[in-house]
């Protein structure tokens, strides 16, 4: 009965799975036509475009587009991996902290105006070192969920207090661009940064599927996980660097934005159950999904004023997170 409902599960997953990229397909379209100039991914594919045109669907809608989908889609993945590490559906990169140690080390290079090139690896980096900061300080012979949100928690408030510090300690005309940044924004996005996120997602994405079994057996709790053969601390470790390392690589590209890899791996869940191949890559989707159509609300539908994407994230994200904090209260 069990391995039924469980192939039932996978066959729901795989079709949402095709439905969200049909959408990606669909809202990417309509994100390269939305602006003052009349452009489309048709006309390109008939060499018709003039060269101003050509200029803004290459160098500007292009870029923002698949930046919104990028990020999206390694936020989604990066909040699925994080619930599934601590069995817990109210956590997530920018809440434990990860977000908030990617965007302390890029504000540092952004602030100095050092190595600007560097930004993209100082995020990595960040989120790399917040994590291992994150695993060490909870551990007390071993890693208990709630003691790592907790701990994570903290350390977000101390990240948080750090990255103010920054901001406050330099000239403005040194700070604006990070002020800009930490807002979550894809406006200053282009190829070379698309590329660094596009090769940790070429690496990250298929290391994350192929430990997605020792993350199902870590969620039958870490007693059951070592008698099926699991190295607990070892995977758990592992998993938190590939969740953290995604969360960075999103944020090296856009700035911390809130909210999308808590909400996503619930969207994910809510249609199509417990945590599977379809699941993984259905979270990522939906997010993926979500900041594209932030993005298009952020940039067209409050004309002619331009937000940043966080903003809309933020703005949608908090009170459902507020829900999902009221719906666990009341199941406790």
């Known amino acids: 009965m069990s391995h039924a409902v469980k192939i039932g599960v996978w ?16 809202f990417a379209g309509w994100s390269l036509t939305l602006g003052v100039y009349p452009t489309s991914p048709v006309s390109a594919l008939l060499d018709s475009l003039s060269a101003v045109e050509a200029m803004v669907l290459f160098e500007l809608r292009l870029p923002r587009t698949l930046g919104a989908l990028m990020v999206g889609f390694a ?30 080390a890029a504000v540092a290079l952004i602030a100095t105006g050092t190595a600007l090139a560097l930004v993209p690896l100082a995020a990595i980096g960040g989120g790399l070192v917040t994590a291992a900061a ?37 000239p403005v005309e040194s700070v604006t661009p990070a002020l800009v940044w ?16 596009g090769a940790t997602l070429l690496l990250a994405t298929p290391v994350t ?5 020792r993350l199902q057996l870590l969620q039958l709790g870490d007693d059951s996980a070592r008698a099926l053969g699991l190295v607990v601390e070892r995977d758990r470790g592992l998993l938190l660097l590939i969740g953290a390392c995604l969360a960075g690589a999103a944020v090296a590209l856009a700035g911390p934005i809130a909210f ?9 869940r809510l249609l199509a ?12 989707l939906t997010g993926a999904c979500l900041v594209l ?13 331009t937000l940043p994407v966080g903003l809309i994230t933020a703005a949608t994200g908090a009170p459902l997170f507020l829900y999902l904090l009221y719906k666990e209260n009341r199941k406790a």
């Not at 079709?15 to 990606?24: E, N, R, S, T, Y």
């Not at 619930?83 to 817990?88: A, E, M, T």
């Not at 894809?186 to 070379?192: D, E, G, M, T, Y």
């Open 11 to 26: 066959s729901r997953a795989s079709w949402l799975c095709l439905v969200a990229v049909l959408l990606v397909g669909v």
């Open 75 to 104: 936020l989604g993945l990066s909040g699925c991996l994080f619930q599934g590490l601590v069995r817990n559906p109210l956590v997530a990169p920018d809440i434990i902290g990860i977000n908030a140690g990617a965007g302390l």
């Open 134 to 170: 994150i695993y060490v300080l909870a551990w007390k012979a071993g890693i208990a969920g709630n003691r790592l949100v907790l701990v994570g928690i903290g350390i977000n408030a101390i990240l948080g207090a750090l990255t103010s510090f920054m901001i406050v300690r330099f």
């Open 182 to 197: 930490l807002a979550g924004s894809l406006s200053a996005v282009q190829w070379p940064l698309l590329a660094w996120l």
């Open 209 to 213: 599927m192929i430990l997605l079994r």
């Open 260 to 268: 999308v890899a808590l909400v996503a791996p619930h969207i994910a």
């Open 273 to 284: 159950g417990p945590l599977t191949l379809g699941v993984l890559m259905l979270s990522g």
């Open 293 to 305: 159509l932030s993005e298009m609300i952020a940039r067209h539908a409050l004309a002619p004023v």
